[in-house]
RNA sequence: CGGGAAGUAGCGCAGCUUGGUUAGCGCGCCUGGUUUGGGACCAGGAGGCCGCGGGUUCGAAUCCCGCCUUCCCGACCA
């Protein structure tokens, strides 16, 4: 029985159905001062889910982690020029404390290369000690004109790597190397949101880079979200910072640094490359509910057999929960609809009596009959299943949302639906300037056979270019 | 930060133009009952500094000023 929509439709306003996800799957609400967010239970869960895969990541390839103070004195984000710069506008910064007027403001860090790289400099000391690879789990703070939750918010929650190597070439390596088996490897595997992965154009690049690399991720209403990004900083930051070391044959040599992050922006991203109009839809590897097991009937035996069918999948290492006995049937698969649980298992007494019950899928509404004894064989595979047709809509979507022009106006014109992707030569400079007076703007250079080039110098590129968040 | 819209119960809204008894409605919430295979129904009930501060007035949700917050469109950004 159809029932009257619970969210505003992606089609009607994309927007106001971003918020209404993010408020009825229970997400997070706005914190009393502007543009803070709080971050509710489920969806904290899922950014535990992101942080937990990242983490293993991260550590995968050789960091640590770490934690530096939220505040940073107001002098060191002077020592690089273009950081400043580019940082200036968002800052909070803490003139008063203890009651007094402070000596030197103190700003609630935006990002932390400018400490980290003054601890860099402590500890390095010989060709010994590099690569240095560190890693931190904070808050951080840019102060936002226009805040959305996850998306854009005023405090976000991220991890920001910081590494310092002996040589350029081990720099960019380990920028790749993160770039690929970090962000690509989860995008692509556990979040299920393919991307394009490309260098910055020298307009968009982190404030003190030499080369800022990207994920630009296709949301369903043909904007692009920066899922990722990793930098390349040269010799900027260890120039400010003297962060040097000792060389083999006794010279001292200045570092080359690398920083990278992923945020809680990661869960906007979720909402808005796989969402529908019945609400979130969260890939399996991701889920913190895999499957919600639902009763039909609150009827003894059949409560009995929901927290059987839960236990035999939790043994089966799947992530499971019960819900029954709260208000009717229809209105908890709504609920679990919204909040994207990929599975629901349907116990009752009629298909009891058979000795089965029934697995609907969230994504495709698709229902399927096991037999009890089955189930806990059946449910894992049908999750990878899931997520595999998952990773191939979103692939698919990605590519039908990607034009290729051959002119600027073309590809503006192509932007109000996705990608367009074009000769960089075509665009660089005044193309690029026509295109942000139309809010277009380059989202990242590839070559031509789509891998990433090591400088925008390099001849021949393409860019892909988009709205954006 | 510029342009626009809006803040009245948890959510969505009416009332404001033309100031005047006790501020309404739908959903949700609580209690009891009947229900339950796609957002149930009946009965009873709770819940409001009408965003905040100031002003005009005998009297302000209503008129005036300031501020805060939210949403949309731009410029800036993970």
Known sequence: MASKSVLTSQSE????WYQDVVAKAELADNGPVRGTMVIRPYGYAIWERIQGEIDTRIKAAGAKNAYFPLFIPESYLSKEAEHVAGFSPELAVVTHAGGEKLAEPVVVRPTSETVIGEFMAKWIQSYRDLPLLLNQWANVVRWELRPRLFLRSSEFLWQEGHTAHATSDDASAYAIRIQNDVYNDFLVNVLAAPTYQGIKPPSERFAGAINSMTCEGMMRDGKALQMATTHE???NFAKAFDIHYQS???QAELCYTTSWGASTRLVGGLIMTHGDDAGLLVPPRLAPVQVIV?????????I???DQVAKSLLDAGVRVEVDRGRGTFGRRVTDWEIKGVPLRVEVGPRDLAQGVVTVVRRDTGAKSTHGLGELAGGVPTLLET???DLLARAQSYLVEHTHDVTSV???IDAAKDG???LAWDLVAGEGEREMNDQAVSVRCLQRRDGSMPTSDEEGDLVCLVAKSY
């Not at 306003?13 to 106001?16: A, H």
């Not at 639902?294 to 059949?302: G, S």
Request: no cysteine.
């Open 419 to 421: 990608f367009a992707r």
């Open 233 to 235: 900083l040269g010799q």
């Open 304 to 306: 009995e057999a929901a």
């Open 386 to 388: 899931v997520q595999h």
């Open 294 to 302: 639902v009763t039909v009937r609150d009827e003894p035996d059949v």
């Open 13 to 16: 306003d994309f927007p106001r």
């Open 409 to 411: 106006a073309g590809a």
């Open 248 to 250: 083999e044959a006794g």
